[in-house]
Structures are given as C-alpha cells and as structure tokens.
C-alpha cells in the first residue's frame, strides 16, 4: 500500500471507514493518522501521514508469536487468527509501529488489508473512502497495479527502515 | 500452490518481476488461498440502499449497507457528482448519529420555567395539538408574522413550506448572516450572481489556487477537497493566507501568515501590483467589466510597503505572489471562502477578492469560476399562500442592512426582544439548528428567548436550544426518512434523492410528517396535500419526466451539463446593473457604501489578550457531530492553539488545561492547550461547537471549551448585516 502524503489531509475517513468495515471496537485502531510539524515559521513543514500494519516482508510479529496465530498468509499479508491467539501481547512488544492491539475479546488485532475485500478483487475500505486519492493498494509485483506505478514514479520512503523488517506500507512524498 | 512456502514463491514472484520498484512484496494474486483465512466481519449487508448525507451540508451520495435491519456502513455513491465514490469522515461516520443513545425519542413538553429542563414525555397528539394551539394563539394575538422558523438542513424544507402558508416570512438560517452571507453579497454586487453551495469554484482544472483564512482539507467538504488534492497532484501552485499554518498551509507553495483582521490591505495590494506591472487579462475586462479606471486610482497608493505595515508580509512576498497568483491565469481562482463574517467588513473583503478574480479574469473560465447549471423540476402543486406577509422584523428599527439578500437570524433574535424592530417576533420554531451555539452573544439570545411566548424546536438531539424549548418533536435522522427531491445547481446538474434506510427509531418520526401534522390542526390542510414525502419527491421527479425507479435504484441522476466556461462557448452575462463585472460598484455607492473596497485596521488585541479565531475540524460540523461516538474516535474534543514562544512566556506545556477569559469575563470551560509552531503569537485558535453545557449530551458533555460563548460581542457588517465574530480577545488562565 501506498500512502501520499502529498495529497493526505488528515481527515481520518481512513479510520472511520475502516472502524465500520471491520467492527473494530471503540477506541480500538486498526489504522491512525499522524501529524508531526518540522522546521521554525514561517518556513514549517506538516507531515500527515495514514497509517497502519506494514505487513512487513520479515514481520517481527510472527517471529515472536508463540503460538503461531501471528502468521503470514500466502499472499504476503500479515495476519493474526483469533482462535490461536492467546493474548500474550509478544507481537505487540515486537511490532516497531504500534499496530497492533489487545480487542476486547482477548485476542490481538490489526489490520487485515481488508483481506475479505481485497481476496475477491477489491480494494482495503480505508483506500475505497479516501477523499483525496491518498491511498493506493495493489500487488507490488504487478507493473500495472497502481502502487507499482507510484514506487517506479516517485520518492517514498518506509517508516523505520533500520529494523531491516522490509515494511510493505510506503509513504510517498 | 499450497506447497508454496512463502519464501519460495517471494523468490519466483521476484524473479518475474524484476522492474518491480520495491524487489518482493505483497502479491493479491495469492490471497484467498490461506488455509487459515480471517473471517469477513460482514458489514456488506444484505441489501444496499442510496441516499445522500447529512452530516453536513455538501450533500454527498452514500450508499447505506444494511444487515438484518441494521446499518452496518455508508460508503460514497460512485454516481453521484458530490462525493464520487468517496467520503470524508463524517458522512462515513452516520451511524454514530443514528444509533447514537442519546437521541431525542419522544416529545417532550417543558413542565417548569423555562431553561430549567423539565421535560415530561408527551404523546405525539398532545405535542401537535399544543403546538398547533400555541400557533395558533400566536396568529390570532399578534399576526402570523409573529412566528419565526429558523433552520438548517434540507429537511427544513417543510417546515419552510409551513410557516409561508402559516403567513410568515421571517424564515431564516444562521448559515447566512453568520456564515457566508457577506461572500453572496460581495460576489453578488461584482459579478451579478452569488457563490451559492456548492461553491462553483473549478479546482479541478485550477493552475493556481489562492486561499484566504479557508482551511479546505479541514473544512472537508467532500468533492473540493478531492479537487484540491487533484489539482495539487497536477501540480497546481497553493497560495493560503491565514494566521495558522493549516493543512492547506502545509501544501502551499506560498504560506503568507497574515496578521488576523488585514486580509483586506494584501488583497489591495496585490490588486495594485497586478495592475501596476499589466499582468491582469486586459482584454477579459475590455469586454466584460467596468471600473477599471476608478480601481487603478483608488489603489495607486496601496503599494506592498503600504499592506507590510498591516499584514506583516514582507513586501518583495506580496510581489512575488502576486506574481505568481496572476502567472496562471485564468486558471487562478481566489476562493470566495465559506464562513466569512469575521470582521465586520466582510462584504468588502469578498469585493476585494471578486474584484481580483476578474483581474485574472477567472469568473466563467476553466480553473476558475464556473457557471453551474441545475435540473428544472416543478414544484408539487398546492394552494398558494393566500396572507400577504409583512416584510421580515430582521432589521433594527429605522435602519436597514440594504443589501441582504435573506433574512438576517441574528436581526430575527433581536426583533424577538420587544421594541428592537419594526414588530416583535412572538415565537419560534427551530428546526436543525443549535441557535445558543449558532448565534453570537449568548446573553442576547437568552434574553430574546425569555421574551418568547412560544418556543419549539424540532431535532434529532438535545441540543441546548431543546433545553429552552416549551415542546421538543424528536425527528428522526437522514438515514431513516425520505425529503424532497435535491435538484443541485452545480457544474454538473443532478437530481438525488434521501430515502430511509431503516424504520424511525424510538418514536421519532420524520419532517415532513411533522410540518404536515401542524398544518392539519392549524387548518392549513390545503397546503400539505401530498400522501408523504416519497410521493411528494416523486411528484416532482416524475413531472419533470425523469425516471422515479431509476432514481432510487441509483440515488442520483446527472443531467447533461450546458456549457460552464466561456471556452465551452459560454456566453457569459452578468446579473449587475451594468450587465457586466463591477469593479467599482454603482450600486454600494447608491446605498451609501464604499464603491470600492477600503482597509481599516481591526482593533488590536489588549495587552496579555489574543484574538480568538475559530474555525473546523474534518471530522465534525460543529456542534452537530460532537456527541458522535464513532468521530469521536478521531477527534474527541477541541482544543485551543497557543503560540508555542507565549506557551512558554507564560509557563504553559502542551496539554495543561487552562481557561479562556474574553474582555467582557466571559469564560470558557477548562481546555487543552496545544502548544505549536502552526499559529502566530497575536491569536488563538479553538475548533467551533464544543464546550456544550447540555448534559443530555451524554459523550459531549464537558469536553473542550465553547468559542460561542466568548462570542460575546460582534461587528455587524453595515452593507449585509452580517456578523463579525473574529472581534473577541481572550487571556490564558490556568485552571
């Protein structure tokens, strides 16, 4: 996934829209959006950035879940089953962009790319609501998908790349 | 393929792809065959039906997911012109409104003084009859003109229809004289037509867009923001005035962080520079505008070092952006703004900034102006209104704001405190619209509503003004009735529609149901002839020949659009006395006004006092979302912007809970502070509606402070009537 941090106003429909489609639970977020304010006025800059789960390609999580429910599915997207989890907070301790959290039935959770939606073809509901086109999703390995396009186009970069954790949400500037 | 470890197929993937920009990665082609799959959360639902929002009032198209009776979402109607597929988070955010607990559910009649809140629970027949007899009373004591409707939304249109039949025409939304009235009247006076909702500005196709004090981004109405980020990516260049470094701000290409108050010195001067160095469209004006020989005197001495020692901008700043405002034209729109009653002189400002879009000749060209077109549909068929109302009591005795072009609601309170206007106004009836919170002066609003014989109110929450209501008729939510059809004026013409989507919760019942069952007892049955309000939308639809079933299988139907630029072949006209752009208005100078704009310097702010300025939050319209569970997830309540130099000057960190005091020692309750970089050091800065004092408001209650009740003087605009609020000062206090 892409985010422009060009075009991100930090409106939050992310949130929202991604709070009804997976019912996730009051003061519970599965994604967030980040303001942090540089520079000495007037010469300040605002970075606005949406977001969550990178679904890293060497994710932590998984490394140190015990149980296996913290896994990696076939498709690249880091996942957590609920009827694995025992709640022992590891992936959270692991995990350096706070994406993940205790729901209130026990289990761990996090983003999910919108994996019910995007199996079949569509998109994550964050990047389907989003007002100003901030938000791209699409296979990394597919020159035609829209976030291949964006990486080949323009400068991104990853939050903490230092963890050598390979994230998979790109930050576009 | 199941085989597969994940590593193996990493590296195939990666193989095939070499000129993948990021190597390996996420592949979707995979997904789906996980053994151990996630479940969907279901929230597609099991049926789908389109309506429009509102949240606000841009009116976008959503689609409603229903699953067994319940609204699981609202996604954006990929049809419909105003939110194309997408929503911010308040239209995305509906269902917090409709299943928020705190919802009015019955009627409720006040059983003691008013203001104290007590309420006892009413049958809907003995709530209409009361209010049917109240009116009535009215009528018959004091004339229907007596009775007074203020309103915002676009269910409002019933109880429009009911107190014109009724015989009144004080009618009036506070979206007016305290919001965007003075841009009407400014564009208005120059171009001969308003700006209207949605704004006709085409952001779109814009090279350069200039913001003065409009935080678009959190101002978030839907599509022009989805423009303004477009016409970004394009590259079009951003200039944004405004005291605080805003989202906007953050895009620009030029950020002028003005002094509060003197918007009106830049605009001159870059009116100035622009004709001084001939860089406006000379032959747009040869052919379309007069004036422009009185406007090169009347600037000539408005240099950049004049406007420096007002605004604060450095004077090779305003070149340069004049410049570069001017170097896209006429694809470089001036953005008439939105809330604009800020000073006092805000008709003149919006003047000013008309007068510069016509230098660059952006009125009626692509990236400017556009002339937008609407949908003819015929009204429903009814009696006509058989009283001849007198004019409405919004003017003070004796004098007129002349070029008002509604009804002022700030001039309708006042006339509502015996002896201020031509008649007193008796009773109001208050639909969607939280006038404790809309109006400014708190205590002239008390005042006008303890002069009140009657007062009802008809909303979907208790807002404060509930508190004083003698009855409360809970209406049910957007997404559970149907109005009238929406024939929007823009630059694509379209019908929508707002259908329910589940049944009227509690015993709240709709607006049309509501107005009609006054009408009956008051023996205005003529007037409401229509079954209910689908018949009566479908009336209309239908004798305008458009398909019915089509439009509520889709929500929306989008006209074919006339011609909106002149490079279309548009010809363009001009509503003005002249029939073409004023420059120099004829007209104000015939009421007695400025013919063209003059700066004054706005009072400055006492020592240890800053200028209270206020403005929105993405995530909320005011008070009507703040007791939103659901955006209260992303934005719980405001906070006050300091400048971090003063925070630090007077001990104050990021987060300390302090108070704001205002010169007349009005105080807000306590409210975070925010301590940044992002706000001059002469102003602070609160997200409007909060702070509310209505404990029925269970979640919002206590939460931020009210810039309205700070609001407790305000300048009236002479030409408008509107009212300039950005006038109070306010100290820190700890708490």
Redesign the interface.
Known sequence: MTV?T??C?????C???C?????VP??C?RDW?VQE?S????D???E?RSERCN?C?HPACVTACPTGAS???????V?V?AH?CSGCKACMAACPYDARFVHPDGHIDKC??C??R????GLP?CV???????LAF??????DSPV?KL??SRAYEVRHPETGLEP?L?FLE | ??T?S?RQ??KI??A??A????G???????????P??????G?EGDRVVPTFCELCFWKCGVLAHVRDGVV?????NPDHPLSR?????R???G?GLLYDPDRLKRPLIRVEKRGEQQFREATWEEALDFTAEKMLAVRREHGPEALALFLHGFGGSWFKHLVKAYGSLNISAPSYAQCRGPREVGFYTTFGSIIGSPERTDLENSRCITLIGSHL??N?H?TQ??E???A??RGAGLVVVDPR?S?????ATH?L?IKPGSDIALLLAWIHVILKEGLYDADYLAKHAVGLDELKKHVSDKTPEWAWTHTTIPPEKIVETARFIAGARPASVIHPGRRVTWYGDDTQRARAMAILNALLGSWGRKGGICIPSSMDIPEYPYTAYAHKPKAPADMPKGSSYPMADEVLSSGVCDATIPGTSEYDIRAWLVYGTNLVKSLPSPARVQEAIQALDFLAVVDVLPVEIAGWADVVLPECTYLERCDDVYAATYKVPFLAVRQPVVEPMFDSKPGWWIAQEIGRRIGLSDYFPWKDSTEYAMHRVHAAGYDCDDLRRTGVIVGKAPPAFEEDGLELTFGTPSGKIELYSGQLRDAGFDPLPVYTPPEEPPPGMFRMLFGRA??HSFGRTINN???C???AENEVWVNDRICAEQGLTDGDRIMLVNQDDARSGPVRVKA???IRPDCVYLVHGWGTKEKGLTHAYGKGASDSDLVTRFKTDPIMGGTGMNVNFVRLERV
């Open positions: 422009d060009k075009r106003v930090g409106c939050s429909a949130v929202i829209a709070k009804t489609e997976n019912n009051e003061g977020y959006v304010t520079g000495t006025s007037p300040l800059q605002l606005i679904h390609q896994h990696v599915n076939e498709g690249g997207a996942l089953s694995k999910t790319f994996l019910h995007t199996a079949g073809g509901a389907s609501v989003c007002p100003t086109g901030a699409g296979d990394l390995n597919d020159p291949w990486l080949a998979n790109f | 393929m199941g597969f994940r197929f990493l993937a990666g095939g792809a000129a993948a920009a990021v390996s990665g996420l592949s979707t082609r995979w997904w789906g065959l996980d151990d799959p996630i479940p969907d959360p929230t699981t979402k609202l996604t954006g597929g997408r929503l911010c988070p239209g995305a955010g269902t981004g959190e978030m839907n923001v989805q303004l980020a477009d970004l990516a470094f989202v906007a701000a953050s895009k950020w962080p993405p995530s569970r659901l955006l997830e992303v934005f940044t970089r992002r």
